[in-house]
């Protein structure tokens, strides 16, 4: 047999067993965590696992998701089972994609590198964050003409944002994502306590030290002076003025797909479709930007109906495993974003331990589908799914 990553499902579980070995990277979330935990300096786990405030919203994330009971059909015809779906024409093995993560350098060296060559040996597309370690261009370098998105913070500088998604589209990245939940950084305390952001250390802004329009913003080259370029990069990174009529700024720079990324408000839902975005992603950020805000599952719950298949819905805050990409989708997602499990298996295996989680999640998402009577996506819907008690 090949490599245990290129069986699916239930033969991945055989070639597992048979070969008595232990995959890359633990295949359960929390011992994953654990695993990255031993591996990586206090300041590069607080700064993955961080969350706003107490924590409350990242354990209501977990908590909400666990209430969704699935509700197996049985009596069905499994055999088979096809997870594929397209999103904006293009049609993925699993309705899965990797979520924008910063400063992923603080995990592995070879940081975004090593998530694009695994996301593109599994033909999930990786969401390139404006915050990634390496230059856009050199991280496409490594997918051929693999599925990737690029992840946009809005800038204060109109020039850098139109420099930024202009470079983004020549990479060939096919939709842009635009995150709207974070105009300033939450407060994080283990960061704080800590006294430690990767960014305030030059870390997880290669975007813009390689950007024409930033670099004639400083007096001098980043080279010579990064505390001045980095002191720059904080003034303009993010854009507190930037609202929903501002975005008609970025929709007029593309004609790629454009999605905002953030939206937890039906309301929010409403007025991004009326302002011509093409997809929305249900997200709190996993929990990093308000303490005590509504678990993203929930508002998934409430959005979906609103947006009614009129753009495709992705998800993230929680996904740790395939019954949780089983719940989304019930609840009407059309794809979950994969967030700090994947920061975990870059510390501990690198492209190997990226490409491992993949294998991972789509074997237990095929598994889950199948064992509760689905054979292709289509079938999983609400009725799929039960809120059990608190
Ligand atoms: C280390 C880390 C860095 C992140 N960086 C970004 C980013 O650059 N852009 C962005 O839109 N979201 C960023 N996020 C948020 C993720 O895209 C995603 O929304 C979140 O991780 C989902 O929650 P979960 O990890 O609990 O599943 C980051 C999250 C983490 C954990
Ligand atoms: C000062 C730069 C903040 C970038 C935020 C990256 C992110 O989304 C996160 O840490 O969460």
Same mark, same amino acid.
């Given at each position: ?13 055989? +070639?597992?067993?048979? /070969? ?7 295949? &359960?979330?929390?011992?994953? $965590? @654990? %695993? =990255?935990? *031993? ?40 055999t088979g089972g096809d997870m594929r779906a397209t999103l904006f024409g293009r049609t993925l093995p699993?309705?899965?994609?990797? +979520?924008?993560?910063? /400063? ?7 940081? &975004?590198?090593?998530?694009? $060559? @695994? %996301? =593109?040996? *599994? ?82 802004? *290669? ?184």
């Open positions: 047999m090949g490599s245990l990553l290129e069986a699916p499902g239930p033969h991945r579980q055989a +070639a597992i067993y048979v /070969a008595g070995t232990a995959p890359a990277v633990p295949v &359960d979330a929390d011992r994953l $965590r @654990a %695993a =990255a935990q *031993a591996m990586l300096s206090p300041e590069a786990f607080a700064y993955a696992d961080g969350a706003a405030g107490r924590g409350t919203t990242r354990r209501a994330n977990r908590h909400a998701l666990d209430r969704w009971q699935i509700r197996p059909r049985v009596g069905r015809d499994i699993v309705p899965m994609l990797l +979520a924008p993560l910063g /400063a992923l350098e603080l995990a592995h060296p070879h940081a &975004d590198l090593a998530v694009a $060559r @695994a %996301a =593109a040996g *599994a033909g999930v597309p990786m969401i390139v964050s404006s915050q990634a370690s390496f230059a856009m261009e050199r991280i496409a370098g490594e997918m051929a003409d693999a599925p990737r998105w690029f992840q946009l913070y809005p800038s204060r500088s109109a020039a850098l944002v139109e420099s930024l998604v202009t470079r983004a589209e020549a990479c060939g990245c096919e939709a842009i994502v635009v995150t709207l939940d974070t105009p300033t950084l939450g407060w994080r305390p283990d960061d704080l306590d800590l006294g430690h952001l990767p960014f305030f250390f030059g870390k997880g802004i *290669a975007n813009y030290l390689s950007d024409p329009v930033f670099r004639a913003l400083l007096d001098r080259p980043p080279e010579e002076d990064l505390p001045a370029a980095v002191r720059m990069f904080l003034g303009v990174f993010a854009n507190p003025g930037f609202t929903w009529a501002k975005l008609a700024g970025v929709r007029a720079l593309t004609r790629l797909p454009l999605l905002v990324k953030g939206v937890t408000h039906p309301d929010d839902a409403r007025r991004a479709i009326d302002h011509g975005v093409d997809g929305i992603i249900v997200s709190n950020h996993g929990g990093r930007q308000i303490d005590g805000a509504v678990p993203a599952v929930t508002a998934l719950d409430e959005i979906a109906p609103v947006v009614a298949g009129q753009v495709p819905v992705l998800f993230d805050s929680g996904i740790r495993g395939g019954t949780d990409i089983f719940r989304a989708l019930a609840l009407g997602a059309n794809g979950v974003l994969i967030g700090r499990p994947l920061f975990h298996a870059l510390a501990v295996a690198g492209e190997a331990g990226v490409a491992a989680l993949i294998a991972n999640l789509i074997a237990e998402f095929d598994l889950t589908m199948r064992l509760a009577g689905c054979t292709a996506i289509a079938e999983i819907d609400r009725n799929m799914i039960r809120r059990g008690e608190p």
